[in-house]
């Protein structure tokens, strides 16, 4: 079955600074990578997602890349921001009737004032 | 409104004293999944399901029960629940097809086993 890794673990950067969590997988048959955000005492979040027909996709102040070849997927947080603060999750699987969907274990992102 | 809920929301319990956690959805999903939270593990899952009557393991099966008979409800059962059972617990549900897969997570039960 499908695994995901997730790093780093946590991750510490100042606001403005730009934020990249990284993720890999395991099978190749996966197709959809989506991005959560977990904000303390609340549940996870759906923040953007990739497909295995596109390398990048942008929303505002955060991208997703996707490298099939090398299995891999990043999370880009430019401008960061104090509200950013928060554990981040990858997961990836085959999105839709087909399959499940597997989580990384999280980074947890501060962003210092 | 479109959500998905549990309930109880915070549970103690004590070692071997039957429990259900229930969860309930009000999108039609056909995928419904189970995850269990602590510290430093991520999200675990526990077990899913594609469609009714349709259940299938996740990582961490082991002392967990699950039924699907109607789409919209997915309870969650510890027949005899033990301490490493003591978790933070997440159901989540989605659409299986069109534009979107997100999974739509409820708030969470806080389980302690003493």
């Known amino acids: 079955g499908e695994n995901v890794e997730q790093h780093p673990s946590t991750l510490s950067v100042q606001e403005g600074d730009s934020a990249v969590i990284k993720c890999t997988y395991s099978?190749?048959?996966?197709?959809?990578f989506p991005w959560y955000k977990q904000e303390l005492g609340k549940r996870p979040q759906l923040i953007i997602d990739?497909?295995?027909?596109?390398g990048e996709k942008k929303d505002q102040r955060i991208a997703v890349t996707l490298n099939k070849t090398a299995k891999h997927f990043s999370l880009h947080i430019t401008e960061t921001q104090p509200e950013d603060s928060a554990v981040y999750f990858c997961?990836?699987?085959?999105?839709?009737?087909?399959?499940?969907?597997?989580f990384g274990k999280g980074t947890k992102l501060s962003v210092k004032p | 409104e479109a959500q998905v809920t549990q309930n109880p929301r915070y549970l103690i319990t004590v070692t071997g004293k039957k429990l259900t956690v229930t969860c309930s959805q009000n999108?039609?999903?056909?995928?419904m999944s189970w995850y269990r939270q602590d510290p430093g593990l991520g999200l675990r899952q526990i077990y899913y399901?594609?469609?009714?009557?349709?259940?299938d393991k996740g990582d961490v099966p082991e002392g967990y029960k699950v039924s699907r008979k109607e789409k919209r409800n997915f309870p969650l059962i510890l027949e005899s629940p033990s301490p490493n059972q003591t978790s933070l617990y997440f159901c989540?549900?989605?659409?299986?097809?069109?534009?979107?897969?997100?999974?739509?997570f409820g708030p969470g039960t806080r389980l302690t086993v003493t």
């Open positions: 989540a549900s989605s659409p299986s097809s069109g534009s979107s897969y997100e999974q739509y």
């Open positions: 099978d190749s048959a996966s197709n959809y």
């Open positions: 990739i497909r295995s027909n596109v």
């Open positions: 997961a990836g699987g085959d999105g839709g009737s087909q399959g499940n969907l597997i």
């Open positions: 999108m039609n999903h056909e995928y």
């Open positions: 399901s594609m469609n009714v009557e349709v259940t």
